[in-house]
């Protein structure tokens, strides 16, 4: 995938920017491919704030169009903003923030961008499925799993306050460990496996779990194919990965911000550009 044209900036350009602990270079890279594309006069720019109150305000200040939320900041910022849009609200977890002309707008497009994934699969909803964390992107995966009619879901997080508040909200358990377990859909919402990361090698899952199971979610991005997702293909099992998830997500964002929903065909092309 070759870059696109280079674009002229000047005064009428609209800023959109991420806040994250760990920028990447893949919501930048796959955002200004589609604003190249399109034609749209916009750049998007990642940041790790030092003061996640002083970032959100200058949103509104500056002003900036809209902002993508990644860890740690996706309940920080719930207090900061005006409006909790449905799909932020229900699952208390906000991973998009859009400006409509001083009105912060808190949304939660990561829940889209799984249900659909989920919809799209063929995992069993009926079979037993475990879901590792309890944090923002966890939210929004149980949330979705609930949504396309899974019914047997354990959430598996060692903070017990969360991981039951979770896992009750929507009718569902919550364990410590996976141990006595046997699930069919493995999820991964944790940072486990992700490149750079503490635990860029790790399983969110021991060898025997993960070899009883049939499929598998790991919303981690970067790399496209973690440990958990590598050892489930070369099994054949079917899996969807990060790197969907962030494309699926990041499409929702792109026209919340710019009010242009872009093809199937331009989000892969993003995608692969995003990673290129």
């Known amino acids: 995938m070759t870059a696109p044209h280079s674009r002229t900036l000047d005064r009428e350009t609209v800023l959109c920017i991420s806040l994250a602990a760990r920028p990447s270079n893949i919501g930048t890279r796959f955002h200004n491919f589609l604003y190249n594309e399109l034609g749209l006069n916009y750049v998007y720019k990642a940041f790790a704030p030092a003061d996640i109150g002083a970032a959100v305000a200058g949103i509104r200040g500056l002003p900036i169009r809209g902002a993508a939320v ?13 409006v909790m849009e449905p799909s932020a609200a229900a699952i208390d977890s906000v991973n998009t923030i859009v400006n409509d002309d001083g009105v912060l707008r808190a949304y939660n497009t990561d829940y889209q961008a799984v249900a659909d994934l989920l919809e799209m699969s063929s995992f069993d909803r009926s079979a037993p499925a475990a879901v590792a ?40 358990r919550h364990a410590t460990s996976v141990d006595g377990l046997r699930p069919t859909t493995l999820v991964n919402a944790t940072p486990i496996g992700m490149a750079g990361g503490p635990d860029a090698d790790g399983m969110p899952f021991s060898e025997q779990v993960v070899e009883g ?7 981690v991005a970067m790399p496209a194919a973690t440990p958990l997702v590598r050892i489930m293909r070369a099994r054949g099992a079917e899996t969807i990965s990060g790197d969907a998830v962030i494309a699926g997500q990041a499409a929702v964002q792109f026209a919340l911000y710019t009010g242009v929903r872009p093809t199937p065909e331009q989000v892969r092309a993003a995608s692969e550009y995003s990673r290129a």
């Open 133 to 172: 964390g309890s944090g923002g992107m966890a939210k929004a995966v149980v949330a979705a799993m609930r949504d396309t009619g899974f019914v047997d879901v354990t959430v598996i997080a060692r903070n017990r306050a969360t991981g039951t508040a979770l896992a009750e909200k929507y009718g569902f």
């Open 70 to 82: 990644s860890m740690p900041y996706k309940e920080a910022v719930i207090d900061l903003v005006d």
């Open 213 to 219: 199971a049939s499929n598998c979610l790991d919303v």
